[in-house]
């Protein structure tokens, strides 16, 4: 029997990565002269420090669903785990990318990239949210409202660039899970949201 069926548990958690350009330079692991390699390695630390915290709520999760005695730990590396994990470190990427462009034009500004992880018997969600520089409204009826099923190859894609390509492919992910895809346009310079919901159970298949 699937314990993750028979357990009625409600798991909620959150977290962020927060600060400023500066804040950001001084975590580097190496100084950055050129503005360009800087740019690149603070995008680089908000995404890793945002995919650590990531991977802390799932174990977190998987910790809450399964008594130690079973031995049961999260991996990233199985059945739709994985598939998962490519769409939330997706989402994650995009919004480093959205932040770093919107503090390379406003230095003072704060950034932040918020994730919330939320699990009940039914539904498992999870979803990343930013205050960077938007999202292309052209992109958004390209994305989220063509169907699959018009794609048949990657290649086939119009050029939407990196973002666009990965949207894309998550959609086709998570509707696979029987899940779907949603999303909050906040407008330019105000950020936007990303999230999805799937079956709970589809988490162990």
Same mark, same amino acid.
């Given at each position: 029997?699937?314990?993750?069926?028979?357990?009625?548990?409600?798991?909620?958690?959150?977290?962020?990565?927060?600060?400023?350009?500066?804040?950001?330079?001084?975590?580097?692991?190496?100084?950055?002269?050129?503005?360009?390699?800087?740019?690149?390695?603070?995008?680089?630390?908000?995404?890793?420090?945002?995919?650590?915290?990531?991977?802390?709520?799932?174990?977190?999760?998987?910790?809450?669903?399964?008594?130690?005695?079973?031995?049961?730990?999260?991996?990233?590396?199985?059945?739709?785990?994985?598939?998962?994990?490519?769409?939330?470190?997706?989402?994650?990427? #995009?919004?480093?990318?959205?932040?770093?462009? /919107?503090?390379?034009? @406003?230095?003072?500004?704060? +950034?932040? =990239? %918020?994730?919330?992880?939320?699990?009940?018997?039914?539904?498992?969600?999870?979803?990343?949210?930013?205050?960077?520089?938007?999202?292309?409204?052209?992109?958004?009826?390209?994305?989220?409202?063509?169907?699959?099923?018009?794609?048949?190859?990657?290649?086939?894609?119009?050029?939407?660039?990196?973002?666009?390509?990965?949207?894309?492919?998550?959609?086709?992910?998570?509707?696979?899970?029987?899940?779907?895809?949603?999303?909050? #346009?906040?407008?330019?310079?105000?950020?936007? /949201?990303?999230?999805? @919901?799937?079956?709970?159970? +589809?988490? =162990? %298949?």
């Amino acid at each position: 029997m699937n314990t993750m069926m028979v357990k009625n548990i409600k798991f909620e958690k959150e977290c962020s990565v927060t600060g400023t350009l500066d804040d950001f330079a001084k975590k580097l692991d190496y100084p950055h002269e050129d503005q360009t390699r800087l740019l690149r390695g603070i995008n680089h630390k908000i995404a890793s420090l945002a995919c650590t915290k990531r991977y802390a709520m799932y174990c977190s999760l998987f910790n809450s669903l399964f008594p130690s005695s079973e031995g049961r730990r999260y991996d990233a590396r199985k059945g739709n785990t994985r598939e998962l994990a490519y769409v939330d470190h997706g989402f994650i990427g #995009n919004a480093s990318d959205s932040l770093i462009n /919107r503090m390379h034009a @406003e230095r003072n500004i704060v +950034a932040n =990239l %918020k994730m919330k992880l939320s699990y009940n018997s039914e539904v498992m969600s999870f979803e990343v949210e930013d205050n960077g520089v938007g999202m292309d409204y052209n992109f958004e009826p390209l994305i989220f409202f063509t169907k699959i099923e018009s794609f048949k190859k990657i290649s086939d894609l119009p050029y939407i660039g990196k973002f666009g390509e990965h949207m894309f492919l998550s959609r086709e992910k998570i509707e696979q899970c029987d899940g779907s895809i949603h999303f909050e #346009n906040k407008g330019p310079n105000q950020g936007a /949201r990303f999230w999805y @919901e799937i079956p709970a159970e +589809a988490i =162990l %298949k």
